[in-house]
């Protein structure tokens, strides 16, 4: 099958929408420098009974399963079908990255000394191999720099063909000869560090004990994690893919996105009946429907899974319309779910409430206007998106 050849988009980077995003990314900066001007007290509506608010569980828990794409397509692609699901890969690769690393600012703004960050990964004797969180901290440091290398073709590529002297187009052939040959190596590691991290992010939840509700403390949620960064990952290709074509008129790989929805489907079902059957296995089934407002939660939650993977599934997924609509299912019912377990169902205790304040809205807005801002530059600048095949494949 031919692939179509990726290839910047071109055109101008100041539109009026662009400018929209560095207004408001203006905002979102002068609230950052303002957070570290008085610290986190003022800014934010946490506390010692909820020592993590928004910035953690949407910033970090849900946006880095948001930005599994790379990851979702790379298991897909390398693994399952033999590189099949290629067009895909790299604007999977660039949402990660950017996804990724907009994370760590986010960790930054929220930990108390951020300037002390260098410390982990270079402070081995201090080391507490029992936390779940070093392990997280360690993976994402890696992954993030994993990420951008993987994507360094597009960077070579970008070189090879531009105006340079023919001293650096020799150096870009030489770096793109050097990553054909690496980068099997280089995307088994991108598929071994989320997969430990992002089953650790379930783990930190494990801490929670009793403070956690019943319907989300179980000892597979590290799986539960998992399962859900591999759907999400997936629905945010498709909603980018999407997106992207309609945006900068560039071909859709529609059959290879429907042919990925089959695995999804199967995916979401088993994340359901993993998820209520052990509850009901462990003798909880009473807070199924017992629990209140929690219960509700729940059902929006597995229900949201359960209609994402009804329009993935057999001939519902020949509409390319359903499978959009069952990768917006399933990136709320993901949102939902981590969301849930990291701030709504847990309870410090008696006294303690919380809320985002505005100053924590803005800055998680103006982070997601941040990474949208740079995915729009790098797909005009680099050779990121699919194009239309050279004349060779049309023919």
């Known amino acids: ?49 909820y020592p993590w608010g928004i910035w953690i569980a949407f910033d970090v828990v849900t946006a880095t399963a948001l930005a599994c794409g790379g990851y979702a397509v790379a298991l897909l692609a390398y693994i399952f079908n033999k590189g ?44 507490n191999l029992n936390s779940a969180l070093l392990e997280v901290a360690l993976c994402v440091m890696a992954y993030c720099g994993v990420l951008w290398i993987e994507l360094a073709p597009a960077f070579l590529e970008k070189l090879r063909d531009s105006g340079a002297s023919e001293g650096l187009k020799a150096l870009a052939k030489g770096g793109l000869a050097f990553f054909d040959k690496a980068l099997i190596f280089i995307v088994a590691l991108g598929i071994l560090l989320p997969t430990m991290h992002q089953s650790s992010l379930g783990t930190v939840m494990l801490l929670a004990g009793h403070r956690l509700h019943p319907l989300w403390n179980t000892a597979l949620v590290p799986l539960l994690f998992l399962l859900t960064c591999i759907a999400m990952g997936y629905a945010v290709v498709v909603w980018e893919a999407t997106m992207s074509s309609r945006a900068f008129n560039r071909p859709r790989e529609d059959g290879m996105l429907k042919q990925l929805s089959g695995v999804m489907a199967g995916l979401l079902i088993a994340f359901v009946v993993i998820r209520v ?50 990768s917006l299912l399933i990136m709320f019912a993901g949102a939902a779910y981590r969301f849930n377990a990291y701030i709504v169902a847990f309870d410090p205790g008696p006294g303690w409430s919380y809320f985002p304040t505005l100053s924590e809205l803005i800055i998680t807005f103006g982070i997601v206007a941040l990474e949208i801002g740079l995915y729009i530059v790098n797909v005009k600048r680099l050779p990121i998106l699919g194009g239309h095949a050279p004349a060779a494949d049309r023919a």
Do not use: C, Q
């Open 84 to 127: 099949k699901y290629h067009p895909l890969v790299r604007p999977a690769i660039l949402t990660s990255a950017l996804g990724y690393s907009l994370a760590a600012l986010a960790i930054m703004i929220d930990v108390g000394r951020p300037w002390f960050i260098y410390r982990i990964p270079i402070r081995v004797g201090s080391w």
């Open 1 to 49: 099958m031919a692939h179509a050849h990726a290839e910047p988009v071109g055109g101008p980077i100041l539109t009026r929408p662009f400018k929209g995003l560095l207004v408001f990314i203006a905002i979102w900066l002068a609230v950052v420098i303002w957070r570290f001007a008085v610290g986190i007290g003022p800014v934010s509506g946490l506390s010692d009974g």
């Open 277 to 326: 059957g052990e509850i009901v296995v462990t003798g909880k089934a009473g807070a199924l429907f017992g629990s209140g407002f929690m219960s509700v939660l729940f059902w929006i939650e597995n229900l949201l899974f359960a209609g994402g993977a009804w329009l993935l599934m057999g001939s519902r997924k020949e509409r390319f319309s359903n499978v959009m609509s069952g």
